[in-house]
Structure formats: structure tokens, C-alpha cells
């Protein structure tokens, strides 16, 4: 069984049972192998007189963090199950001895030994609070750990892994957050944005930043919005705000949707930006009034959503498959279908939202039937029928009665939609845009018969499609 051992972090920290592994295993002859030999620690093993080997040639031939963890971890396998591996500070806290760990399934014997982080959080002055330590290697995992203050970052070895570091630190709690750069147990104040220009760097050396007050914060998350919304629901909070319920704001998350399309529709990416925080704004908002009655909290919403796409996406967490979007999308509904027991079809025809913009609610409603096997086989057959809903809506026309050719017209409509449908247009989109079209040759139409000196209002029908015409080929 490979056994590591934590050298902690100075000389003298190995344990009593470290130091008698150590010297046991260079009785009997067994490989042992030190991380590195450029720590304070490593002093304690040069002392004991045994023979052994650094692995400091590895961080040479390793291109990035992820690989030295590996290639460390191999090192070590490859010497056998008698091995003995001595890393700095804790065995609990290195990265290589967890991926041995997962590699031997378990079967290896760890001596912890004195954690790196413990002259650090004297450094940084964090005895009284809790806090979070995570080492710069862990920054470099392509999901890296979720970050909270306080916080200390330890093995920040180099000036590149201090840049790595600022970089993502900088993207959570802004580059202009003062921290402490700790070298050798003595801590610094300096603005994060100086952290890869200091003058020299080591295994010592970390980086510490302090919890700082909401209103001092520079960059925020979910939880802190959620946090402004609490405070502007307190009875000390804002009239407004605190006197709100589900009913007088649910029309706000339809705006700020419309809002936020518009942006998109623009390709600006600041009003995007914008909006895609007021729509959230909306989410949180209703999560904190139904967490005042004890309904639901933004966890439960947070919690819904991520279990809902597993769910939903069986052909990428489960065993159904998906070659293409349309595959996908079957995937989709036939989950949805399950889990909202929607034992027939009329049940996911009768589930599309009332409330839905006319168009949009009639395309998604004849896409439902249309997977029970109702619909037309072409587009070209659904403008058979929409020719026949034309008819039947003149018939009414003519008789003068108008609830009859109002229907008849919702008719004509919803036929209108099935053809667009089949073919595999966007129809609330395609009219949306087609009323943009039109504004925009409306108006400039208008400015060409004013430039001619024409009074609009007396244009003749014939003359208003010259210049519409005109608008049109100026614009296309």
C-alpha cells in the first residue's frame, strides 16, 4: 500500500508517525519519493538522512497543471505499492495524492501532517471568521470551485499562476478589491490587480481577501441580489418595493422579456446585457415574495430548473439518443410529457400558456397535434386549407355579420400559422419582423411624397403603392 505523508510547511512539522514511516521504509528499502525539494519542509527529510528522490524534473516536463497532477501521481504508482510520497504541507490537501487516491480506488495510507493554510490564516488575520482556502492549481480545472469570502489562495508558485489567479479573481470580486499577497508568513495590502507584479513568488506564497459589506462590493452574484431585493422588502426598505405582490408585477416579466428582445433584435450587446439582468431582477423578485409566505425559495427555483434539464435531456444524462435538433427536441417533449402526466395529447395541446402571444400560441398549439399525427403532410396542403378559411371568411364578409367574419378571420389566422409551421418558419417572429418592414417603408414612403411636395393624406390608393414601392426597393 503507497503511503503518503504531509512534510507540513517548516522544518520540524513531521509528525512522530511520519518521521517513523519514513525512517521504516528506508530500512527496508522502499522507494521514497519527495514532491519537491524547494520547501522549508523538504529541510526535515535532508535531516533524517534517507535516500530518496525529488519529482521537481516532472513540473519540467508537465505543459500545464492538470498534466503535473497526473504525471506526478504516475510517478508515484509507477514505484510500486511500497512507496512512500512526502509532499508539503497537509497529504489531504495536494492535488497529485487525490489523484492517487482515485487511481488506486482508495488503497493508500495518508499522514496528513500541518496544512499549508495555517501560517496563512494567521497572515491574513482570519482566526476569528470562517473562511475558505483553495490552491491555485484547483483555479486551473475547467470547473473550477466556487469561490466565497474570506478566501485564501495558496501554491500561488509563479507570476503565471498569479496572473491565471487575478484574472478569475478579478472576474468575481473586481480587479480594484484590496487583498493581502502573503510571502513567507508576512502579508502585504495591495489591489488585486497587482498580484502578478510582485517581486518574487514561492511555495509560501498565497493571496487572502476579507468579506467585504454589500454596498463596498464591486462585483456581485445571485445571492446578493437576492440579498437587495430582502432589504428592499424590510419594513425599513423601499414603500414601493415592500408593498408589491405576484399579481401587481407579473406584467413586468412580460415587458422586460419584450424589452430584452428587442435588444437581441438590435445586436446590442450593453442593452442586453441590460435587460438580461432586469429579467432576473423579475425572477428573484417573485422567489423572495413567495419565500415570504413560505412557498418556495430562489433554492427551489434554482433546484426545479437544473433537475428539470437533466430530466428532460435523457439523450445526453440517460440512454435515450439524439443525433439531430428535431431527435432532440422529440426527446424533450416526450419528457415533458411524463413528467407533467400528460396522459393524452390534447393534455400538452390544452398546456400551452393562454397568455402567449396569438401567433406564437397558435404555431406551438398545431405543433402539439401535429405529434399525435394530426397536421398537414406539406405546406403546400396547409395553403389549400388556408384558401378555403379565405372563402369562408369573405361568405361572412359579405353577409354583413361581423361575429361571424371575426371568427371566420381568427380562422384564416390560425391557417395562415400551419402554413408557416410546415414550412419551418418562426411565426410570431416572421410577423414581427414583417411589422418592422413595413414601419420602416411606411416611412420612408411618406418622405418621398412629402419631398415631392405631396399632401399624403390625398394620395390616391394608386399612388401610395408607387411610393410604398419605391420605399421598397430604396430599402431592400
Given amino acids: 500500500m503507497i503511503t503518503v505523508i504531509g512534510l507540513g510547511v517548516e522544518k520540524g512539522d513531521l509528525t512522530k508517525r511520519g518521521e517513523e514511516k519514513i525512517l521504516q521504509a528506508a530500512k527496508n528499502g522502499d522507494p521514497i519519493l519527495v514532491r519537491t525539494g524547494k520547501t522549508l519542509s523538504y529541510q526535515t527529510v535532508l535531516e533524517l538522512g534517507v535516500p530518496h528522490v525529488t519529482l521537481d524534473r516532472v513540473y519540467e516536463k508537465s505543459r500545464n497543471f492538470d498534466t503535473l497532477t497526473k504525471n506526478l501521481a504516475s510517478e508515484v504508482i509507477k514505484s510500486g505499492d511500497n512507496a512512500v510520497y512526502l509532499v508539503d504541507g497537509s497529504a489531504g490537501e495536494d492535488n497529485s495524492v487525490k489523484e492517487i487516491y482515485r487511481k488506486k480506488r482508495g488503497k493508500i495510507e495518508v499522514i496528513c501532517g500541518v496544512s499549508k493554510t495555517t501560517p496563512l490564516v494567521d497572515a491574513a488575520n482570519f482566526k476569528t471568521c470562517s473562511y475558505m482556502t483553495v490552491s491555485a492549481y484547483e483555479l486551473y480545472d475547467e470547473i473550477p470551485p466556487r469561490l466565497t469570502l474570506p478566501l485564501i489562495v495558496y501554491d500561488l508558485d509563479d507570476e503565471m499562476t498569479a496572473s491565471h489567479c487575478k484574472l478569475l479573481l478579478g472576474d468575481l470580486f473586481g480587479e480594484e478589491i484590496t487583498v493581502t499577497h502573503i510571502v513567507r508568513g508576512k502579508g502585504k495590502k495591495i489591489k488585486l490587480y497587482e498580484l502578478d507584479r510582485q517581486e518574487s513568488y514561492d511555495y509560501?506564497?498565497?493571496?487572502?481577501?476579507?468579506?467585504?459589506?454589500?454596498?463596498?462590493?464591486?462585483?456581485?452574484t445571485v445571492e446578493d441580489l437576492k440579498e437587495i431585493v430582502?432589504?428592499?422588502?424590510?419594513?425599513?426598505?423601499?414603500?414601493?418595493?415592500?408593498?408589491?405582490?405576484p399579481e401587481s408585477i407579473k406584467m413586468s416579466a412580460v415587458e422586460e422579456a419584450y424589452e430584452l428582445v428587442d435588444a437581441i433584435d438590435q445586436n446590442d450587446d450593453?442593452?442586453?446585457?441590460?435587460?438580461?439582468?432586469?429579467?432576473?431582477?423579475?425572477?428573484?423578485?417573485?422567489?423572495?415574495?413567495?419565500?415570504?409566505?413560505?412557498?418556495?425559495?430562489?433554492?427551489d427555483v434554482l433546484s426545479g430548473i437544473c433537475e428539470k434539464l437533466i430530466t428532460r435531456h435523457t439523450h445526453v444524462f440517460g440512454e435515450d439518443k439524439a443525433t439531430d435538433?428535431?431527435?432532440?427536441?422529440?426527446?424533450?417533449?416526450?419528457?415533458?410529457?411524463?413528467?407533467?402526466?400528460?396522459?393524452?395529447?390534447?393534455?400538452?395541446?390544452?398546456?400551452?400558456?393562454k397568455c402567449f402571444p396569438a401567433a406564437m400560441r397558435a404555431q406551438k398549439i398545431g405543433k402539439r397535434a401535429s405529434k399525435a399525427g394530426m397536421d398537414f403532410a406539406t405546406a403546400e396542403a396547409a395553403a389549400t386549407r388556408l384558401q378555403e378559411e379565405l372563402a369562408e371568411f369573405f361568405e361572412a364578409y359579405k353577409k354583413g355579420n361581423a361575429a361571424e367574419t371575426e371568427k371566420e378571420l381568427g380562422d384564416v389566422l390560425f391557417a395562415a400559422v400551419n402554413v408557416g409551421r410546415k414550412a419551418g418558419c418562426d411565426c410570431e417572429k416572421a410577423l414581427k419582423e414583417s411589422a418592422e418592414r413595413f414601419a420602416a417603408r411606411f416611412t420612408k414612403a411618406e418622405a418621398l411624397a412629402l419631398a415631392d411636395g405631396k399632401t399624403v393624406t390625398q394620395l390616391s390608393e394608386a399612388e401610395w403603392d408607387a411610393y410604398y414601392l419605391a420605399a421598397k426597393k430604396a430599402l431592400r
Fill in 325 to 353: 435538433g428535431e431527435s432532440a427536441l422529440s426527446v424533450w417533449e416526450k419528457n415533458k410529457m411524463t413528467e407533467k402526466h400528460q396522459v393524452t395529447f390534447a393534455d400538452s395541446v390544452n398546456d400551452v400558456p
Fill in 204 to 220: 509560501s506564497s498565497a493571496v487572502a481577501i476579507d468579506a467585504c459589506d454589500l454596498l463596498q462590493k464591486q462585483r456581485f
Fill in 270 to 299: 450593453d442593452k442586453i446585457l441590460e435587460e438580461t439582468g432586469d429579467l432576473l431582477l423579475q425572477v428573484i423578485f417573485h422567489a423572495v415574495m413567495k419565500e415570504e409566505r413560505g412557498a418556495f425559495n430562489l433554492t
Fill in 230 to 245: 430582502v432589504r428592499l422588502r424590510k419594513p425599513n426598505g423601499c414603500p414601493w418595493d415592500r408593498v408589491q405582490t
